[in-house]
């Protein structure tokens, strides 16, 4: 059984296989050939330390994800998001590799949403408004750019300094929410707000929204207003357990991303568009998965 630290996880996870990854297993998940409970969530201290227990079974893979979610952490040195995957094989039983999951969990969230954002935002999209400033909107903006040609990125942080920090860093563009937001094509939210901070109001028709916050049935990121556009999940069954934003504003659900990449749902690209993502252990198995086999393939023989 191999260990794989985040630095090792980082040399092996490029961003077009982990996309390709994402869809594959968006689309399995969908089909119903996944077997995963919703995630598990035990609450060490109420607004500020959670564990969760997140297994999945694919045909071709098997693991689970011990993550830790400490708010608590925040402004600190420690990550706010701790996690490990575990890998065996299907067949056998068999334990494979242990993965530091921080990464993971950084990465194929952004992924996710990437692929998503290939069948829902507009081709001509070209504005791109980032609402945080921590290591998610950075994993949004660096996949987000290898799917559409930004030529202008807008950020906004609750401390302004952050933002002004990214701006400097990636190209961007500090300002206040509103500003941000208005006029922009593809909106990623990627707070620990737990009011909301994006107001559909300021979206333009035909914009795309990635929500990848607010991960509690009491926290929100988007008003009523936002979620009335056409909602698209990576679950179902885990949005209306685990989602404020879904459940307190009582929105319709149109599809799982698993049935917009199949085809099986159609992608509605020339409507306003959300994505409230809350991250499920089939990403993070498949893309454990993707890492052990590059390791494979990269092995001396």
């Known amino acids: 059984m191999r260990y794989f630290d985040e630095e090792r996880v980082r040399a092996l996870l490029r961003w077009d ?3 390709a990854a994402m869809e594959d297993a968006l689309v399995a998940f969908s089909g119903g050939r996944v077997q995963q409970p919703v995630r598990q969530v035990l609450t060490v201290e109420e607004n500020a330390r959670y564990l969760g227990v997140m297994p999945a079974i694919a045909p071709d893979a098997m ?8 708010p608590a952490n925040a402004g600190t040195s420690v990550p706010t998001h701790m996690a490990m995957v575990l890998l065996f094989r299907p067949d056998t039983g068999e334990p494979v590799a242990v993965m530091d999951g921080r990464l993971i969990t950084e990465m194929r969230t952004a992924a ?4 998503v ?11 791109l408004a980032i609402l945080g400033s921590g290591v998610q909107a950075v994993s949004h903006l660096e996949v987000l750019r290898t799917i559409r040609p930004f030529d202008e990125v807008r950020v906004w942080s609750r401390t302004p300094e952050h ?3 990214f701006a400097a860093e990636h190209g961007a563009v500090a300002t206040d929410a509103e500003s941000a937001v208005r006029g922009a ?13 994006l107001v559909g109001a300021w979206l333009k028709p035909g914009a795309h929204v990635n929500a990848v916050g607010a991960c509690r049935p009491t926290w929100r990121e ?4 936002a979620m009335a556009n056409v ?5 179902r069954e885990a949005v209306l357990v685990e989602a404020g934003d879904v459940i307190l504003s009582h929105a319709s659900i149109y599809a799982e991303a698993g049935e917009i990449i199949a085809g099986t749902k159609a992608a509605p690209a020339s409507e306003t568009t959300i994505f409230k993502s809350v991250g499920i252990a089939i990403e993070d198995v498949a893309s454990a998965a993707l890492i052990a086999a590059r390791a494979a393939r990269a092995a001396p023989v």
């Open 112 to 115: 996710v949403s990437a692929a």
């Open 117 to 127: 954002t290939k069948r829902l935002a507009s081709p001509g999209a070209r504005v």
């Open 163 to 165: 933002a002004r920090r």
């Open 63 to 70: 693991g689970v994800k011990l993550v830790t979610f400490y």
């Open 222 to 225: 988007l008003d009523d207003d």
């Open 185 to 197: 094509d593809v909106v990623v939210v990627a707070t620990s707000a737990r009011e909301p901070v």
């Open 231 to 235: 909602l698209v999940v990576d679950s």
């Open 17 to 19: 296989e982990l996309v």
